[in-house]
């Protein structure tokens, strides 16, 4: 259903007029992003903006604007002698079981078609909130994952890797301020709660000129601002963890409110059958909060945060002597984001921030014996402090120019270790830590040429200051499409890419025991070019959207653990002859990824989801590694499939299926043990040390594959409509047909039909069949 | 009471399938790899005699033999271009010996150590001696600490000596220092005690000085000496700074070696260097020259 709305406007005729104004959602008054304005006689048009703000400058004759946005009821307004004027809509949620929305009227503007930016992924909350999930947990980053060219590190890792780009390589912002460590539980889930996202959105390319900073991806999320008219709340249960979302007005129309909060409770569950003297905390929390205040049509304010922790640790009591030894990890974000969106004129737009970013990774040991106390901690970490302005222009319907810049100070503490022994007399402090500032300006102009041509160049330099080095970056940017026929285009894109600052990553173990360190007179950014060359293709008949791209991306300066390094100062019984400064433990070398990525997509009707493929290869080569050879990357995945099923059954029923395929990651695996002894400066004849008994011969870096990964999950939701709102009860089965996935390999032993000990290859499998049921709520 | 035992069940459910980790077999081809032989040898002209150890390597898969077979019947040989000399097996250590009136090492000169078994099988490496240059290697007693008076009312000193040189090889050289206390091991009264020397500092045993070039400023370390409290045979006591400088391979091999963390399991896989062909191990050559400080 639509409507069409005729607005008469006044007698005076300029040439030109601007429109311009927000697009929303009826009754909370929610922005929609990404939402169309289109105008089919003239055949141009535009789409909102980050704030859900839109202009467009046309002649002013009469026109009928068609205002829509996936999932919405169409509005077409008429407007006859129209002046420059503010339009704010209000969409309404469509019912998409028996009415046709935006992608199925041919009369429309296809979205994948007439974008100019490609290799850009949306994830719908609604999608993530259908797909089953392990543990009935639902997790933006897995659904990502999900998708062509991104792919996860190893079985229940919400990690990204992005077309050959390490986890690192991806920036990921919260309402624009970065997050750093965007795990739960090692790694098993990401720290959104998609109860509080309204946008979720990953470019993998063509980088606009507004982004930068990461060589790979940006995955660029929004809060909701809060329903402005009536309280409404969200929430569930489930095994792992609950959840609960309240939104609603402080002032109606004027002022509203998001809080959204997290936390697991295995330990309160766990808590009575735990021995008094021995306990374990482990939990993980997260909260979201936001405020927004309109001051008028050209004003508004918003200020949102984020806080997030897990902890893992043990306490334990030896009650006779009065002994106690506590231990443990833990690791969390906090970010705060304050906004002002500012109308200088219809075709001005602005949007400054303040933004501040923490993240702290720490591990502790305390204990107390023969009354003397030792205390160890750790701890790691990044905090930034930024500003950022962007200003959209809309200049015509030719031209629309987005500039802008951001300053940012990060402090950096890559390691930090404080020891108190009483016992030993020892008081040690070492804390190093690293200021440096980042910052960039940019300009990118949006350019239909004609109908079927457009172009977005851009350029953006960008700045880095750090330990008395200053780096200039020129960044040239480059997206283009060409629409064959209304529903076909061709799309192409090129950029370059710099990255300031690096993350050292062990290969060795899952946990967030990351490093983030700045680049340095002795660490060079990190450089990337990737070009892109795809197919868009649109099928309103039956609501499908059809991409094909192929890429190619290189990487320079790309940092790396040395061979024998580790994040923490060790000292092995086997070898206590090192020290270890973390600028002295890693390599450089390059990668470069090419691939082919093909996805099939229904967004609305009763059964949507999609198909998506990737072919790919990641390789890299460092001079320090693996005797100089080239070799692939630990996450490179030659095929990668996946396939997302969501059907209403009915009403009050949903089901829900994945199935995902990858190539098995690579791996290293020992060959041989061998007795190597080594040369000492001893002064006496024979020179020979100890021999060395645990010398290991291994194979060539990542020159053997783990088993292929393939799981099936399913899921069915019954929805029921109460007098106070809405419940949901959800069955889900992670990896329905228990296929045994490998998660890490050791050396272990059996025993052969001889009777002979034998040294085989052992698998680890994390998740078999898991059922999981959950409870949802909204009102 | 129904709550608490859904609660209850929930728990174990959960607490149970995290606890699951289903092992089995890895369903992947293991690497097929044969015994290989490992060849060790460190050549010097300013050593007394060359040692060389032959053993083979052990497949990590398959059947398991705990032990590192060492080779004995092996014809282990080194050539060069005066000539070429024997080792023969000293039964104690199990190494292969050659004592320096066999063969004259020459700096700039390039050696192949080779080992042949009866059936056939033959490894070999080859290295060229660093050329002999001034490095102008110093000692320099910095300062003494007291450490304590000993049993006779004596005050016992450490000292902290200053090694420094300046390399002064064209190209990339490689150096190692190291500092070492005479020691006399009196295990058995009825024989002589017999000298060793003790590390005065392991840090610096195993770390690298590498030189682009010839170097204007001096490379240095300062080591302690230590109280010294190990015997009373020695009363005087005698200290002894080495400086070695290795080839190519002899920097790779040991910086391989010392990055290795064995079974640390938060250390990065380290492939160690190796360049003995059809083999593993390592055939390099060094340089040595000494200091010896008396105690004060």
């Given at each position: ?414 390691s930090a270790i404080v020891i108190k022994d009483?016992s030993q007399n020892e008081d040690r402090n070492e804390v190093k ?34 330990d008395g ?52 007179p002795k ?46 100062e060790i000292e092995s019984?086997?070898n206590t002859q090192k020290s270890y400064a973390w600028e002295d433990q ?92 080594t040369h000492s400066p001893l002064p006496s004849a024979n020179s020979?040390l ?90 | ?41 460190f050549?010097s002209?300013d050593e ?82 660093p050329l002999r240059s001034e490095n102008s290697f110093e000692t320099e007693v910095l300062d003494s600490v007291l450490q304590y008076q000993d049993g006779n009312g004596k005050d016992v000193y450490s000292y902290n000596v200053k090694m420094k040189f300046k390399p002064s090889a064209t190209?990339e050289s490689w150096y190692r220092l190291g500092a070492y206390q005479r020691l006399f091991q009196d ?6 005690a017999q000298e060793t020397w003790e590390t005065l500092d392991y840090d610096l045993d195993s770390r690298f000085f590498v030189s682009s070039g010839p170097s204007a400023n001096p490379y240095s370390a300062v080591v302690s000496t230590g109280a010294g409290f190990y015997n009373e045979l020695d009363s005087s006591k005698v200290y002894r700074f080495m400086l070695v400088q290795g080839d190519?391979?002899y920097y790779?091999?040991h910086e391989?070696v010392f990055n ?26 060094y340089l040595k020259e000494s200091r010896t400080i008396r105690k004060p």
């Amino acid at each position: 259903m639509c409507f069409v709305l005729k607005i008469q406007g006044q007698t005076s005729k300029p040439d030109k007029i601007t429109i311009s104004g927000y697009v929303k959602e009826e009754g909370s008054n929610e922005p929609l992003v990404g939402a169309t304005v289109y105008i089919p006689r003239l055949k141009t048009g535009t789409v909102t903006n980050g704030f859900g703000y839109y202009a467009l400058t046309v002649p002013s004759d009469s026109v009928t604007i068609w205002f829509s946005y996936v999932g919405y009821q169409i509005q077409k307004i008429r407007l006859d002698n129209p002046q420059s004027q503010v339009l704010s809509i209000s969409l309404s949620e469509g019912k998409t079981l028996n009415e046709v929305t935006i992608i199925g009227n041919r009369d429309t503007m296809p979205q994948t078609v007439e974008n100019v930016q490609m290799s850009q992924l949306s994830i719908r909350p609604a999608d993530v909130k259908a797909i089953p999930a392990l543990l009935g947990e639902k997790d933006v980053i897995k659904v990502l994952q999900l998708m062509p060219g991104v792919q996860k590190g190893s079985e229940g890792s919400a990690g990204l890797y992005v077309r050959g780009g390490g986890p690192d390589q991806n920036l990921i912002l919260l309402d624009d301020a970065p997050v750093y460590n965007a795990f739960h539980l090692f790694g098993f889930f990401s720290l959104f709660n998609g109860d509080a996202l309204k946008t979720i959105e990953l470019t993998k390319g063509g980088f606009p000129a507004r982004f930068g900073g990461r060589l790979s991806s940006v995955l660029e999320m929004r809060m909701k601002e809060g329903n402005q008219q009536k309280i409404k709340g969200e929430g569930g249960v489930g095994l792992l963890s609950s959840r609960f979302t309240i939104e609603g007005p402080i002032f109606k129309n004027k002022t509203s409110f998001l809080f959204s909060g997290r936390r697991s409770y295995l330990d309160i569950l766990a808590a009575p059958f735990q021995n008094s003297d021995s306990k374990s905390k482990f939990y993980f929390m997260d909260f979201n909060m936001k405020v927004n205040h309109t001051f008028s049509d050209k004003d508004k304010l918003y200020l949102s945060g984020y806080f997030g922790r897990d902890l893992f640790g043990f306490v334990e009591r030896a009650s006779v002597f009065g002994e106690k030894e506590e231990a443990g990890l833990y690791w969390g974000n906090a970010t705060a984001t304050l906004r002002w969106n500012h109308v200088f004129n219809p075709r001005l737009f602005s949007n400054i921030s303040l933004i501040y970013s923490r993240y702290r990774f720490n591990i502790y040991n305390n204990s107390t014996r023969s009354g003397s106390e030792f205390s160890l901690k750790y701890y790691s970490g990044i905090e930034d402090f930024g500003a950022k302005a962007d200003l959209d222009y809309y200049y015509s319907t030719v031209h629309q120019i987005k500039f802008g810049g951001q300053a940012v100070w990060h402090t950096f503490t890559p390691s930090a270790i404080v020891i108190k022994d009483a016992s030993q007399n020892e008081d040690r402090n070492e804390v190093k830590q690293y200021g440096s500032l980042e910052s960039a300006l940019y300009v990118e102009d949006l350019i239909r040429v004609t109908d079927r041509l457009a172009f977005n160049p851009g350029l953006r330099q960008s700045y880095f200051y750090s330990d008395g080095v200053s780096r200039i970056k020129l960044e040239p940017r480059l997206s283009a499409r060409y629409k064959i026929r209304s529903d076909l285009a061709v799309k192409a894109s090129a950029a370059d890419m710099n990255q300031f600052i690096h993350l050292l990553t062990n290969t060795g173990v899952g946990l967030p025991t990351d490093l983030w360190i700045p680049s340095s007179p002795k660490i060079s950014p990190q450089r990337s070019q990737q070009f892109a060359l795809g197919l868009a293709k649109d099928l309103p008949k039956h609501n499908l959207t059809i991409s094909l791209e192929g890429y190619y991306k290189q990487m320079k300066q790309v940092i790396s653990y040395k061979e024998g390094a580790s994040f923490l100062e060790i000292e092995s019984a086997n070898n206590t002859q090192k020290s270890y400064a973390w600028e002295d433990q890693i390599v450089r070398g390059k990668s470069w990824s090419y691939g082919v990525e093909a996805m099939v997509q229904k967004h609305v009707g009763k059964l949507t989801g999609w198909v998506g493929y990737t072919l790919s290869w990641t390789r890299m080569k460092f001079p320090d590694l693996n005797f100089g050879k080239a070799f692939y990357a630990r996450y490179d995945r030659r095929h990668d499939a996946s396939v997302v099923v969501m059907y209403k059954l009915k009403d009050g029923i949903s089901l829900s299926a994945t199935w995902v395929y990858g190539t098995g990651n690579a791996i290293t695996l020992p060959l041989a043990s061998y007795s190597l002894p080594t040369h000492s400066p001893l002064p006496s004849a024979n020179s020979f040390l100890s021999a060395y008994d645990n010398a290991t011969e291994y194979s060539d870096r990542n020159a053997y594959r783990m088993a292929a990964y393939h799981r099936m999950d399913v899921g069915i939701q019954w929805h029921k409509k109460k007098s106070w709102g809405e419940r949901t009860w959800e069955l889900s089965v992670y990896n329905v047909y228990n296929h045994r996935n490998p998660y890490f390999y050791y050396i272990g032993n059996t025993t052969n039909s001889q009777n002979q000990s034998v040294t085989t290859l052992k698998q680890i499998t994390l998740f078999p069949f898991i059922p999981s049921l959950s409870y949802n709520f909204k009102f | 009471m129904k709550l608490k035992r859904i609660l209850t069940f929930l728990f174990v459910l959960t607490g149970s399938l995290f606890s699951i980790s289903c092992e089995k077999n890895a369903t992947i081809p293991l690497p097929k790899v044969e015994k290989k032989l490992v060849l060790t040898c460190f050549i010097s002209p300013d050593e007394d005699s060359l040692t060389a150890r032959v053993t083979w390597s052990k497949p990590i898969f398959g059947v398991n033999n705990n032990f590192i077979e060492t080779v004995t019947d092996a014809t282990v040989e080194i050539t060069g271009p005066d000539g070429s000399a024997g080792f023969y097996l000293e039964p104690v250590s199990e190494s292969y010996v050659v004592h320096k009136e066999l063969i004259q090492i020459k700096p700039g000169t390039t050696y192949t150590v080779s080992a042949h078994l009866p059936n056939g099988i033959m490894v070999r490496g080859t290295c060229t001696i660093p050329l002999r240059s001034e490095n102008s290697f110093e000692t320099e007693v910095l300062d003494s600490v007291l450490q304590y008076q000993d049993g006779n009312g004596k005050d016992v000193y450490s000292y902290n000596v200053k090694m420094k040189f300046k390399p002064s090889a064209t190209g990339e050289s490689w150096y190692r220092l190291g500092a070492y206390q005479r020691l006399f091991q009196d295990y058995f009264p009825d024989k002589p005690a017999q000298e060793t020397w003790e590390t005065l500092d392991y840090d610096l045993d195993s770390r690298f000085f590498v030189s682009s070039g010839p170097s204007a400023n001096p490379y240095s370390a300062v080591v302690s000496t230590g109280a010294g409290f190990y015997n009373e045979l020695d009363s005087s006591k005698v200290y002894r700074f080495m400086l070695v400088q290795g080839d190519r391979s002899y920097y790779q091999f040991h910086e391989s070696v010392f990055n290795f963390e064995g079974d640390n399991p938060f250390a990065e896989p380290v492939q160690l260097f190796s360049n003995v062909e059809g083999g593993l191990g390592v055939v390099c050559s060094y340089l040595k020259e000494s200091r010896t400080i008396r105690k004060p």
